[in-house]
């Protein structure tokens, strides 16, 4: 599994260029995961008149207030004298209302901790101070949404709340009234039920979650990680930050949507699908590139995105999950389906696997099994799961070392064919028959010219997921092993890249190449090293720790393979390749 390329690639030039091109397109899909990642943009919303004359489109440079059809002093007014503050609990969180707005002003997770060891705060004070707190009321008229924000709401209940429980903010003063119904359960999931009026007539107000998430200082970029979430009947798509603009409106149908992170997501899912919007949110704040010393002049602009979710009747009910983005969990809650019941699509895709989601979600299960049932460590789990890989890896290796003799024993026929045909030009039409008699002496020896990077190109996407599987998988967050207090990101002693380049200059060193040109081997045997190790020098210690011990056990099975007949044919025709190459070099010398 840990060689990501043909260690027996054979055929001289020609399959020294097939490497080298392997190679290369190593180098440049693992680069570009990282970079260019696939993202669907959400449609910009159509230009259109007000919600009220025109449905099915919103203009967020319209506010949506509706005509006052009746005198607004006739509007009790209700308000608080004062700030307070309620706090909801259950085993999984810690939430915190403010009356001012009715809206959180901290939302822990007990399960989870922050940077500093401490629970997990999904709040970012700094952010939601500037752009919003969760569960504002986003409306499309700016001065009702910091209305809204700032207005004294009375709540039913001051204090300490244990869930199930149900928690009401109402606000009443010239023609506006609001009503904020919040019920509460055991689980991630709280639902929500706003209702705002002016003068008797519904506002459009939405829900929002506006300014992102508190774990973003981490040991990590987290910019790159942050996205907007959608389904629309059924399908999934997620935005990367430099294609959310601010306040732009995609209407329903709406399954779910909202913004997460690497690691949390924050997650509305509409009763009435069919008739919700959705806004995205997009603003950007200057964060200390050392939080521990932050100074002025040393910041870095980040994203923070949000998002609004509501109907245009003036009453907005959803559910709403924050909290890790466990695949368990995800898996259990579905959106509203067409019956009325939570038949809908389910949250899973909010975990990005990339192109080879296909294999990471059954390693993801496979690592998680052996963490339930043979060792209770994360970074013991990745060792044992490395090591049943490479093991299931050993018949591919095995097949490339026998292809590797077929090639070499054929060698001097292909040899006498490529002699016979060099005189033509690329274009000469002969140049056809040519690959005519490789052809059949290929298949009068029955050699596969294939079979040494068929078994490659098997390895190759079983890394890209390992590595995506890594990245992904929240309970290897904050997951100790031995010198490792967090085995999602870089090793902070540099101990597992370190190694990873020494085993991999052996693993290659070990490993017979006899059609591997001299000068390109010695070439490779230095630089994919440095490569891979400058890979995991910056990324996730779970992955330098799987390829490190990947190449540990790959020497092992190599110096036994060496042993066998197989391998002492191999190394006997790398050697007289060597000698017979080094005696044409110093005969040029002497000449």
Same mark, same amino acid.
């Given at each position: 599994?840990?060689?990501?390329?043909?260690?027996?690639?054979?055929?001289?030039?020609?399959?020294?260029?097939?490497?080298?091109?392997?190679?290369?397109?190593?180098?440049?899909?693992?680069?570009?995961?990282?970079?260019?990642?696939?993202?669907?943009?959400?449609?910009?919303?159509?230009?259109?008149?007000?919600?009220?004359?025109?449905?099915?489109? *919103?203009? =967020?440079?319209?506010?949506?207030?509706? +005509?006052?059809? &009746?005198?607004?002093s006739?509007?009790? #007014?209700?308000? @608080? !004298?004062?700030?307070?503050?309620?706090?909801?609990e259950?085993?999984?969180?810690?939430?915190?209302?403010?009356?001012?707005?009715?809206? *959180?002003? =901290?939302?822990?997770?007990?399960?989870? +901790?922050?940077? &500093?060891?401490?629970?997990?705060?999904? #709040?970012?004070? @700094? !952010?939601?101070?500037k752009?919003g707190?969760?569960?504002?009321?986003?409306?499309?008229?700016?001065?009702?949404?910091?209305?809204?924000?700032?207005?004294?709401?009375?709540?039913?209940?001051?204090?300490n709340?244990?869930?199930?429980?149900?928690?009401?903010f109402?606000?009443? !003063?010239?023609?506006?009234?609001?009503?904020?119904?919040?019920?509460?359960?055991?689980?991630?999931?709280?639902?929500?039920?706003?209702?705002?009026?002016?003068n008797?007539?519904?506002?459009e107000?939405?829900?929002?979650?506006?300014?992102?998430?508190?774990?973003?200082?981490? !040991?990590?970029?987290?910019?790159?990680?942050?996205?907007?979430?959608?389904?629309?009947?059924?399908?999934?798509?997620?935005?990367?930050?430099?294609?959310?603009?601010?306040?732009?409106?995609?209407?329903?149908?709406?399954?779910?949507?909202?913004v997460?992170?690497?690691?949390?997501?924050?997650?509305?899912?509409?009763?009435?699908?069919?008739?919700?919007?959705?806004?995205?949110?997009?603003?950007?704040?200057?964060?200390?590139?050392?939080?521990?010393?932050?100074?002025?002049?040393?910041?870095?602009?980040?994203?923070?995105?949000?998002?609004?979710?509501?109907?245009?009747?003036?009453?907005?009910s959803?559910?709403?999950?924050?909290?890790?983005?466990?695949?368990?969990?995800?898996?259990?809650?579905?959106?509203?389906?067409?019956?009325?019941?939570?038949?809908?699509?389910?949250?899973?895709?909010?975990?990005?696997?990339?192109?080879?989601?296909?294999?990471?979600?059954?390693?993801?299960?496979?690592?998680?099994?052996?963490?339930?049932?043979?060792?209770?460590?994360?970074?013991?789990?990745?060792?044992?799961?490395?090591?049943?890989?490479?093991?299931?890896?050993?018949?591919?290796?095995?097949?490339?070392?026998?292809?590797?003799?077929?090639?070499?024993?054929?060698?001097?026929?292909?040899?006498?064919?490529?002699?016979?045909?060099?005189?033509?030009?690329?274009?000469?039409?002969?140049?056809?028959?040519?690959?005519?008699?490789?052809?059949?002496?290929?298949?009068?020896?029955?050699?596969?010219?294939?079979?040494?990077?068929?078994?490659?190109?098997?390895?190759?996407?079983?890394?890209?997921?390992?590595?995506?599987?890594?990245?992904?998988?929240?309970?290897?967050?904050?997951?100790?092993?031995?010198?490792?207090?967090?085995?999602?990101?870089?090793?902070?002693?540099?101990?597992?890249?370190?190694?990873?380049?020494?085993?991999?200059?052996?693993?290659?060193?070990?490993?017979?190449?006899?059609?591997?040109?001299?000068a390109?081997?010695k070439?490779?045997?230095?630089?994919?090293?440095?490569?891979?190790?400058?890979?995991?020098?910056?990324?996730?210690?779970?992955?330098?720790?799987?390829?490190?011990?990947?190449?540990?056990?790959?020497?092992?099975?190599?110096?036994?393979?060496?042993?066998?007949?197989?391998?002492?044919?191999?190394?006997?025709?790398?050697?007289?390749?060597?000698?017979k190459?080094?005696?044409?070099?110093?005969?040029?010398?002497?000449?």
């Amino acid at each position: 599994m840990a060689e990501y390329k043909n260690p027996n690639q054979q055929g001289g030039g020609q399959d020294s260029r097939s490497l080298l091109v392997f190679t290369m397109v190593f180098a440049v899909i693992l680069l570009g995961m990282q970079i260019f990642r696939p993202k669907t943009p959400i449609a910009p919303a159509a230009k259109q008149q007000a919600r009220q004359t025109q449905a099915g489109a *919103v203009n =967020s440079a319209a506010p949506a207030v509706a +005509t006052p059809v &009746a005198n607004s002093s006739a509007t009790p #007014v209700v308000a @608080a !004298a004062n700030e307070s503050m309620t706090t909801v609990e259950n085993e999984l969180y810690r939430i915190t209302f403010s009356n001012r707005g009715g809206q *959180v002003t =901290s939302w822990i997770l007990k399960k989870y +901790t922050n940077f &500093a060891g401490k629970p997990l705060d999904l #709040v970012s004070p @700094a !952010a939601a101070k500037k752009f919003g707190y969760p569960l504002s009321v986003y409306t499309y008229d700016a001065n009702l949404r910091q209305q809204l924000a700032q207005a004294l709401y009375v709540p039913s209940a001051t204090g300490n709340l244990v869930s199930p429980t149900q928690l009401t903010f109402e606000y009443s !003063a010239g023609g506006l009234e609001v009503r904020k119904v919040f019920h509460f359960d055991n689980s991630y999931v709280l639902k929500a039920d706003v209702t705002v009026t002016q003068n008797g007539a519904p506002v459009e107000a939405l829900l929002a979650w506006p300014s992102g998430f508190g774990d973003q200082r981490e !040991a990590r970029d987290y910019s790159t990680d942050q996205k907007i979430d959608r389904s629309s009947s059924g399908k999934a798509d997620s935005i990367a930050p430099k294609k959310v603009v601010d306040g732009e409106t995609q209407t329903g149908p709406l399954d779910w949507g909202g913004v997460s992170d690497l690691y949390f997501a924050a997650i509305f899912l509409p009763d009435s699908p069919q008739t919700s919007a959705f806004v995205a949110l997009h603003q950007t704040m200057d964060i200390p590139k050392d939080p521990e010393n932050p100074q002025p002049d040393k910041v870095a602009p980040q994203p923070i995105l949000g998002a609004a979710v509501g109907a245009a009747s003036g009453t907005t009910s959803v559910r709403l999950f924050a909290g890790p983005k466990v695949l368990s969990v995800l898996k259990s809650i579905h959106a509203m389906g067409a019956d009325g019941k939570e038949t809908g699509p389910n949250l899973m895709p909010i975990v990005h696997y990339g192109v080879f989601s296909f294999i990471a979600k059954p390693l993801f299960y496979l690592l998680r099994w052996v963490h339930a049932h043979i060792v209770g460590n994360w970074g013991w789990a990745i060792l044992v799961l490395t090591l049943f890989i490479t093991l299931a890896m050993f018949p591919t290796r095995f097949t490339m070392m026998k292809s590797s003799i077929k090639m070499q024993r054929i060698q001097p026929q292909m040899n006498f064919i490529k002699e016979k045909y060099k005189k033509y030009k690329f274009d000469d039409p002969r140049k056809a028959d040519m690959n005519k008699e490789m052809q059949e002496l290929y298949k009068k020896e029955g050699v596969n010219m294939f079979g040494g990077c068929l078994p490659m190109l098997i390895q190759m996407p079983l890394l890209f997921a390992f590595y995506e599987m890594l990245e992904n998988a929240i309970e290897l967050r904050h997951a100790h092993w031995f010198w490792l207090h967090d085995l999602s990101a870089p090793d902070p002693h540099h101990i597992l890249p370190i190694l990873m380049v020494v085993s991999q200059f052996f693993f290659q060193l070990f490993t017979p190449s006899p059609g591997v040109d001299a000068a390109q081997q010695k070439m490779m045997a230095f630089t994919m090293p440095l490569f891979s190790g400058f890979i995991c020098w910056h990324y996730a210690s779970g992955l330098a720790l799987y390829w490190a011990s990947s190449n540990l056990i790959g020497i092992g099975q190599q110096m036994g393979i060496n042993r066998t007949k197989l391998g002492r044919e191999l190394r006997e025709i790398q050697a007289r390749r060597a000698a017979k190459k080094g005696g044409k070099q110093m005969a040029a010398v002497r000449r």
